[in-house]
């Protein structure tokens, strides 16, 4: 399994749900790896089944519940999803990423959730190195604050890892708001700089490289282009004039 991976809970202010986020940061997994990029996940993703002793039903399908008392989920779609998370957690290995969203008056981390119950504890503390939480936040929850301190004393209980936390971070952001345009204030960078013409420093450097390189790239290319044309005239034959003569 990839070395990292990305489990999200919690919704967004938008409510359109955390996991249609988690899945765009992921990118079928050439960024991140998730549950729903396995085989089993993909093909159960967004599917809805419940068995019956008489056959199909066609007029209810609740997706389960689950036993408090014995911690067993009860109805097939939801205990297929309980030892999905169980298995997907444990072959995590390095650094384990995870996306939470605060919504307004709701919790970004809920000690309910199938992370809480499920992923979390069955990390295996010899293959996971590192936890990065990301949270995408509106300002009811920030990190250090509300249910996020939950989540901190629950990694150091099961994995004995302090994790590090950020609060909207830009390559969060940018991914998100560029495939979805928000027009939120999220999205706005430009106004982030607008009262000072200098970049701060960890974004003037990369950018100041990065126009560098790309001079030198076009610097080469020019070259490359001219050093051809040369080539190819040299190597022609010399063309005579053409003679007409007439009757």
Known sequence: MSSSLV??????????????????????GLRYFTMEDTVGGFVQNGLHWCGSSSGYNY???PPGFRNTTTDTWYGAELA???????????????????LLGSPYGGSAYRNSSFFALYEL?????????????????NGTERCGSGSLV????DIK??????????????MVRFILCENNGAPSAQCQFANEFSESSDLPAD?????????????????????QILLLRKKQASSQPMRQPLMGYGA
């Not at 999200?8 to 765009?24: D, F, K």
């Open 80 to 98: 297929f999803w309980q030892h999905a998370s169980t298995t997907f957690a444990r072959q995590a290995t390095g650094r384990v990423s995870v």
């Open 121 to 137: 504890p069955n990390m295996n503390t010899s293959l996971v190195t590192a936890i990065d939480v990301y949270v995408i936040t």
């Open 157 to 170: 209980h099961h994995l004995g890892l302090t994790p590090s936390c950020y609060d909207n971070p830009d």
């Open 59 to 61: 007029t209810s399908c």
């Open 203 to 223: 974004k003037a450097v990369p950018l100041a490289l990065g126009c560098l390189l790309g001079g030198a790239i076009l610097v080469i290319a020019v070259q």
């Open 150 to 153: 939950a989540l901190v004393q």
């Open 7 to 28: 489990v999200c809970y919690g919704v967004p202010a938008s409510n359109i749900g955390s996991q249609y986020y988690v899945h765009q940061l992921s990118d079928a």
